[in-house]
């Protein structure tokens, strides 16, 4: 059983262009959640997405950022008109069950903007 | 103040040590997360918790659910332990994991 997949691993964009987050969750996993690490910062809840619905975006930035977790394929996080401070480490993880429960990590997205 | 707070921000310690790393949390959880991030940045999940114990090699972690705190000890510390060290709380009445800074161990032979 795959673990959760994201791609890509690295991304580099310059001021002003879109960037495209992908994440597959494990099988039979229909729970995603993102999150994002600053540089020396910890980690913060972006969005959490069932499949074909967003159930909680609290923590997305209200302008540039949006994500979807579509019927069929990968969740996707997408950046428009990126700005340095966008630079980061994209995590998602995925879980079995709404709630309370074990997490499991994919190996994140280092976004670099230049 | 953060509503997850760990301490210590670091430690390092010798190899075969024993290890204590604290998570004091001020929100209420129907969880916490123990999770580790290698230097590579990969994370992994290592304990979720909502009352008394757990053990899983040589690591252990509990909470104190009236005290609001959360410890995680390694025993027989070997440098491979060496990673960051994140407490997570699951926010009750939520979906939604707050993450404390992370405790950098570093494990020397």
């Known amino acids: 059983n795959a673990g959760v997949m994201q791609n890509p691993r690295h991304l580099v964009r310059r001021r002003g262009q879109e960037a495209r987050l992908r994440c597959s969750p494990m099988k039979g996993h229909s729970h995603v959640y993102w999150y994002r690490q600053l540089p020396e910062e910890g980690l913060k809840f972006m969005v959490y997405l069932q499949k074909e619905n967003i159930i909680d975006e609290s923590g997305m930035p209200k302008e540039r950022f949006s994500a979807e977790f579509p019927k069929e394929g990968p969740s996707i996080l997408r950046i428009q008109q990126v700005v340095r401070g966008d630079s980061a480490a994209y995590f998602c993880?995925?879980?079995?069950?709404?709630?309370?429960?074990?997490?499991?990590f994919g190996p994140g997205t280092r976004l670099t903007v230049l | 103040k953060n509503e997850v707070e760990q301490s210590p921000q670091n430690l390092t310690a010798q190899e075969g040590e024993f290890i204590t790393i604290n998570c004091s949390y001020s929100v209420g959880i129907s969880a916490l997360h123990w999770l580790q991030q290698h230097p590579g940045g990969g994370i992994v999940s290592l304990f979720m918790l909502s009352s008394g114990k757990k053990k899983h090699g040589r690591l252990i972690a509990t909470i104190n659910i009236q005290e609001k705190h959360s410890s995680l000890h390694i025993t027989a510390s070997h440098p491979r332990d060496s990673a960051v060290y994140i407490c997570?709380?699951?926010?009750?009445?939520?979906?939604?994991?707050?993450f404390g800074t992370g405790t950098r161990l570093q494990v020397f032979p």
């Open positions: 997570a709380a699951w926010l009750v009445g939520t979906d939604k994991l707050i």
């Open positions: 993880a995925s879980s079995p069950y709404r709630g309370t429960d074990t997490q499991y």
